[in-house]
């Protein structure tokens, strides 16, 4: 199975703020990683998608980069609505594998 | 709009039975592969089945091989997770999600808004 190891577990910062999360993985995925965003009580939302291809409807601040093993989100100017948890998610082999999630919270 | 739409949660004695349901509207339902992934209370999300659109193909992650089985019946829009031999440690909110695919592989696109199940004596 591939393992994931996503960083930081939570981080702490303002409206306006660069945040960068990272995920790397066991083994080699290409770019067959998906980002997920999540907000308390609901179900994630697909954010982006192949690494770096943003979701319909999802804002141009969220990004995504890396393959292979390295892979980040980043959300270039944190807006209230961005608090919230994110998964990143292998999609390269069955069985899936998630990210632990980076909790975004407000400083 | 894509509607998914979770059924059939709720508390089960450890070792018993559940079935899940997951009503699919605003979409060919018989086109998409389906998926159900798993959350335990305060944890992260768990991949749990996948069924391909015409349910020719199916995996699953290995706390649930061999228990769980997940099927579906297109004539009635609906994906299904038969759960046995259930144990505390499958206690979760269970999302059914269709899949998104693009550039060669697929991902989790739309999400029902999840089922809660809580294995407990």
């Known amino acids: 199975d591939v393992q994931m190891t996503q960083s930081p577990s939570s981080v702490s910062a303002s409206v306006g703020d660069r945040v960068t999360i990272t995920c790397r993985t066991s083994?080699?995925?290409?770019?067959?990683l998906a980002w997920y965003q999540q907000k308390p009580g609901k179900a994630p939302k697909l954010l982006i998608y192949t690494a770096s291809d943003l979701q319909s409807g999802v804002p141009s601040r969220f990004s995504g980069s890396g393959s292979g093993t390295h892979f980040t989100l980043t959300i270039s100017s944190l807006q209230p609505e961005d608090f919230a948890t994110y998964f990143c998610q292998q999609a390269s082999s069955f069985p899936w594998t998630f990210g632990q999630g980076t909790k975004v919270e407000i400083k | 709009q894509v509607q998914l739409v979770e059924s059939g949660g709720g508390v089960v004695q450890p070792g018993r039975s559940l079935r899940l349901s997951c009503a699919a509207s605003g979409f060919t339902f018989s086109s998409y592969g389906m998926h159900w992934v798993r959350q335990a209370p305060g944890k992260g999300l768990e991949w749990v089945a996948v069924?391909?659109?015409?349910?020719?193909?199916?995996y699953y992650a290995d706390s649930v091989k061999g228990r769980f089985t997940i099927s579906r019946d297109n004539s009635k829009n609906t994906l299904y997770l038969q759960m046995n031999s259930l144990s505390v440690e499958d206690t979760a909110v269970y999302y059914c999600?269709?899949?998104?695919?693009?550039?060669?592989?697929?991902?989790?696109?739309?999400w029902g808004q999840g089922t809660p199940v809580t294995v407990s004596s």
């Open positions: 083994q080699d995925i290409s770019s067959w």
């Open positions: 069924i391909w659109h015409d349910g020719n193909n199916k």
């Open positions: 999600a269709s899949a998104y695919c693009s550039g060669g592989s697929c991902y989790l696109g739309n």
